[in-house]
């Protein structure tokens, strides 16, 4: 199979990669899993998956000499997916790790859940709703409503509203699903969200 068939899932030592993989190799796509740069950027979609500390993960992209890869690849019109702490990092910055620039890609920040009236336990852990707030690629054939899994105790914020796709409610609502022209992102995890996760993946391969 051409290289530009493939589908890269961005290794930087923080993420599901094995299930992400896994997933979209059941649906019929192929998958490179690495961080060689070279091959990387001869492929026409990216994966950005993420578990873990944002400074962390901006560290690690930096060592191996990712970031401006990932940056030229959005500029170039890449499809690309962000997932959990991936979709964070396409932001400038986090509440995470202040003194920490991220990728940039999209304007906004990653805030982290405050403490509600409801006394709603952070980190945010478990099945939850999205509202869909506007039509998109990624979302196509998907149920509003649907429920995917959640962790994280953080969110990207962006200043251009227009991104937001979905929301989820968690004592406030925050953006769950983003996408721009060539960039989607999911807070929550598509690869352990059963149908509607797969229904997501299945969407990124086929654009």
Known sequence: MKQNGRIGVIDYGMGNLRSVSKAIEHLGGSVYVGSDA????SLSKLVLPGVGAFGDA???????KLTALIRDAADEG????GICLGLQLFFESSAENQNVKGL???KGSVPRFSKTKDELKIPHMGWNQICLKRKSAITS??????FFYF??????KPKDKDLIVAE???????????????????QFHPEKSQKAGLQILKNFIQL
């Open 104 to 106: 940039g890609i999209w």
């Open 38 to 41: 070279k091959i990387l950027s």
């Open 168 to 186: 989820t409610d968690y004592g406030i609502k925050f953006p769950s699903i983003l996408a721009s022209e060539n960039i989607f992102a999911v």
């Open 151 to 156: 962790v994280h105790s953080y969110y990207g």
């Open 58 to 64: 901006m560290s690690e992209l930096k060592k191996r």
């Open 141 to 146: 054939g998907l149920k509003n409503e649907s």
């Open 78 to 81: 890449k499809k690309m997916l």
